[in-house]
C-alpha cells in the first residue's frame, strides 16, 4: 500500500535538490571509463542464477548475475548519480580479453577472477569468494576458450573474496600432490584466519549492514558495493599457500609464466603483493589500486589500514614498473590500457591515500577531533575531476577519521569523552532534557521537513534507544536514513542506512543461529589462534569463580601439546609446553578440537562419544567450558 509507514518514501525535494547539486559538481565524463569497461568482451553466462551447493532459507541461491538488470538508464532520483554511474559498470559480467593469453571474468562476484594461459594450463588470480562463482567463472573460460586445467594459483591477499572459492578452479587433492603451487605473501596463512577469529562475530553482523546483505536490489535498496555488485553466498575454503614471497624482486616462473613480485603489507589488507610480468609488460596493483577510493578503515570493522605506506608501495610500483608496463589490472574494477594511462592511474591512486594521511593529520596536529577533521577534508580537484578516486565505497568522511584513530585511538582529547554513558542510558537523559518524547519527536519532524535529515537521524537515535517500542521515533529515523541512503555516493553507506532503515520499520532479521569460525578456517588456524579465540568466549565474572586452574592439552595425532592456565578468569594458553603439575589433562585428536571450534560443542559431548577425555579435575574443566559464551549472527545494532 502507498499510505503504508513501513514501505520505501519517495526522494523528498530537499534530496533531490541536493542530488542535482552533486551532479552539477561532478567531472566531465569522456567515456573513456566505459570504454574500459566493455573492451575484450567474449561472452557471458547463458543462466543467471548460480545455485548454492548447500541452500538456506534466507539465502537461498550463490548468485545472480540478473539482479543489477534494473540499472540502466538516467539515475533515478533515490540513488547519487556517481554511485548510479559505477553500479552501471559493476553491472557488466563476463569474459573479457584483457590482452592475448590474459583474461577476466567479472560480475560474478564482489571481485574478480584473472586466468593467465600457461604452457599446460591456466594460472589462476584470486580465485573469487565461493566455490560456486569461481565454478562457474571456470566453467565459462572452459565453454569459450577451451578445456584446460589450472595449473597454477596466487591469492594477491589475505581477504576471503580473494581466495575462498579456490575449490571452484582446483581439486585439492591436486594442491596436496604438489601438483598445483599455490602462491600467496608472506604472512597470508596467518591473516586470513585472524581477521575471522577473534572479531569475527562482530565483524559478520556488521556486514549485513555494510554490504546490503538482506535489503532488496533495486532502486530504493542496495544498487552497488562500490567496488564490485556485492557479496555472494556459498561454499569457501581455506587452502593454504605452498609458497610464499617473502621479499620484493622475488621471481617465480608459473606454468612457463614469469612472474616478479612486490611485498605490500599492512595496505589494503595485512599481507598483500604486486607483481608484473615482464614478457608481457602487465603490472597487477592487486587491490590497492582499483575503480573507487578504497577504505582505510572497513565499516564492517578491521585493523586501520596504513595509508603512507599504502602511498608509498604504488610509488614503489610506479618507480618500479610505471614505464615499463602497458597495461594494469586489479582484483576488482577493469583494466587501463597504455603507458601513460597507467601512469597516470598510479599517480592519482597514489596521491589519493597520500592526501586522505597527511591532511588529517595536519589537522589532528592542529588540534582538530575526528568529526571535525572529517567536516574539512575533501579531495583536491585534480583527485575530484578523476572518477577513479571517488568514494563509491570508501570515503574521504570516515577514512581520514579512520587515519586520526590509528595514530591516535578512540579518544578525542575532549574530557567529556573519558567516562559517556552507555547510549540506554544517555539516551533516556537526552530525551529528558529535550522536554520528554513528544516534544523531542515534534521538533525531529520539523527538522525533517526542513531537510536536515542527518540531524533527524541522529536526534532519533536516542529516542530509539530511549524507547525502542515508540513507533513513531522508529519510522521517523527510518524515513531519515533513507533519504541520507539515496544522497550517498558511498555503496556501504547506502546499504548501511537501509538497513537500519529496514530494520527500524521491521524488526531486525531473526534466525536462531550462531557465529563460529567456518570449518575450513579452523582447520586453517594454529593451536594460538584455537585458543585465543576460546579466551575470548570466556565469560570473565563466572570463569574467575573457579579459582586459579592449570591444563595440559594433548592431541595425540599431532603430536602436540598445549600449556593451559586459567588466571583471574583470563584464559591463557602456551603451544610447545606443558604444566609439571596440571590440575587436569585434556586429551583429543585435533580435529576433534576443529570440531568443537567450528560447532561450538561442549567438551562434555566429546567425552561421551569417546573423542575426547578428561583426568583430574574434570568437574572444573567441564565449569570452565560452561562459561563459554555463544555470538548470535543478529545482535541488533539500530536498537537496544
Given amino acids: 500500500m502507498a499510505d503504508d509507514p513501513r514501505t520505501p518514501k519517495p526522494a523528498t525535494p530537499h534530496t533531490r535538490t541536493d542530488l542535482d547539486a552533486f551532479a552539477a559538481s561532478l567531472p566531465p565524463d569522456d567515456g573513456r571509463d566505459a570504454a574500459n569497461v566493455a573492451r575484450g568482451f567474449i561472452a557471458t553466462r547463458v543462466e543467471p542464477v548460480i545455485d548454492k551447493i548447500d541452500p538456506n532459507p534466507w539465502m537461498p541461491i550463490a ?24 553500479a552501471g559498470f559493476n ?3 563476463g569474459l573479457y580479453e584483457i590482452c592475448e593469453g590474459f583474461y577476466q571474468v567479472r560480475g560474478f562476484d564482489t571481485s574478480c577472477v584473472t586466468f593467465i594461459r600457461g604452457d599446460r594450463g591456466w594460472v589462476v588470480i584470486d580465485p573469487l569468494t565461493t566455490t560456486e562463482t569461481a565454478r562457474a567463472a571456470y566453467d565459462l573460460v572452459t565453454e569459450h576458450l577451451g578445456e584446460r586445467l589450472v595449473t597454477a594459483v596466487i591469492y594477491t591477499h589475505s581477504h576471503l573474496d580473494h581466495y ?3 575449490l571452484g578452479v582446483v581439486d585439492l587433492e591436486r594442491v596436496e600432490s604438489g601438483e598445483v603451487p599455490i602462491v600467496a605473501p608472506e604472512g597470508f596463512l596467518r591473516e586470513a584466519v585472524a581477521e575471522n577469529v577473534v572479531a569475527g562475530p562482530a565483524m559478520s553482523r556488521r556486514t549485513t549492514y555494510q554490504f546490503g546483505l538482506l535489503i532488496p536490489w533495486n532502486e530504493h535498496g542496495h544498487v552497488d558495493q562500490g567496488l564490485g555488485k556485492g557479496l555472494p553466498t556459498g561454499s569457501s575454503a581455506l587452502v593454504p599457500p605452498t609458497i610464499d614471497i617473502t621479499e620484493t624482486g622475488q621471481e617465480l616462473v608459473l ?9 605490500t603489507p599492512e595496505t589494503e589488507a595485512p599481507a598483500e603483493m604486486h607483481f608484473y610480468f615482464p614478457d608481457h609488460r602487465i603490472l597487477c ?4 589500486c582499483t575503480a573507487t577510493m578504497h577504505n582505510v578503515l572497513t565499516l564492517r570493522g578491521a585493523l586501520v589500514r596504513d595509508t603512507l605506506m599504502w602511498s608509498r608501495y604504488i610509488d614503489e610500483a610506479l618507480d618500479r614498473w610505471g614505464d615499463e608496463t602497458d597495461i594494469v589490472f586489479a582484483s576488482h574494477g577493469w583494466p587501463h590500457w597504455g603507458t601513460d594511462a597507467v601512469r597516470n592511474y598510479l599517480t592519482n591512486q597514489r596521491d589519493l591515500y597520500r592526501w586522505l594521511h597527511d591532511q588529517a593529520m595536519r589537522l589532528a596536529n592542529l588540534g582538530l577531533t575526528p568529526n571535525e577533521i572529517s567536516a574539512r577534508i575533501d579531495l583536491p580537484p585534480g583527485l575530484w575531476e578523476d572518477w577513479l578516486c571517488h ?3 570508501g570515503t574521504v568522511s570516515h577514512n581520514v577519521r579512520a587515519v586520526y584513530q590509528r595514530y591516535l585511538g578512540w579518544y578525542d582529547g575532549h574530557p567529556s569523552s573519558l567516562d559517556p554513558y552507555e547510549p540506554v542510558e544517555a539516551a533516556a537523559r537526552y530525551v529528558e532534557f529535550m522536554g ?5 519527536l515534534e521538533q525531529a519532524r520539523a527538522s525533517y521537513e526542513g531537510g536536515d535529515h542527518r540531524w533527524v537521524a541522529e536526534v532519533l537515535r536516542h529516542a530509539v534507544f530511549a524507547d525502542p517500542t515508540c513507533e513513531e521515533a522508529r519510522l521517523l529515523q527510518a524515513d531519515a536514513f533513507e533519504q541520507l541512503a539515496y544522497r550517498a555516493e558511498s555503496g556501504p553507506w547506502r546499504d548501511i542506512y537501509l538497513t537500519g532503515a529496514q530494520e527500524l520499520r521491521n524488526g531486525s532479521f531473526d534466525v536462531p543461529a550462531m557465529q563460529r569460525p567456518r570449518p575450513e578456517i579452523a582447520r586453517g588456524m594454529t593451536l594460538q589462534q584455537v585458543f585465543d579465540y576460546l579466551a575470548v568466549r570466556v565469560d570473565g565474572p563466572p570463569a574467575a569463580d573457579l579459582g586459579h586452574l592449570t591444563i595440559n592439552w594433548q592431541l595425540p595425532d599431532t603430536d602436540e601439546v598445549v600449556r593451559v592456565e586459567l588466571s583471574n578468569g583470563t584464559l591463557h594458553s602456551t603451544p610447545g609446553r606443558s604444566h609439571l603439575s596440571p590440575d587436569a589433562v585434556v586429551t583429543c585428536d585435533r580435529t576433534a578440537l576443529n570440531e568443537l571450534v567450528a560447532t561450538g560443542g561442549h567438551l562434555a559431548d566429546l567425552g561421551g562419544s569417546g573423542a575426547a577425555t578428561v583426568s583430574g579435575d574434570t568437574g572444573r574443566v567441564l565449569a570452565l567450558w560452561d562459561t563459554l559464551t555463544d555470538f548470535p549472527i543478529f545482535f541488533r545494532i539500530i536498537e537496544p
Fill in 164 to 166: 575462498g572459492g579456490v
Fill in 436 to 440: 520528554g518524547m513528544d516534544t523531542l
Fill in 255 to 263: 606454468d612457463g609464466v614469469r612472474i616478479e613480485f612486490q611485498l
Fill in 63 to 86: 548468485w545472480d548475475l540478473s539482479r543489477s538488470d534494473f540499472v540502466e538508464g538516467p539515475a533515478p532520483d533515490t540513488v547519487n548519480p556517481a554511485l548510479w554511474r559505477q
Fill in 391 to 393: 568514494g563509491y565505497y
Fill in 91 to 93: 553491472a557488466q559480467h
Fill in 285 to 288: 596493483m592487486a587491490e590497492n
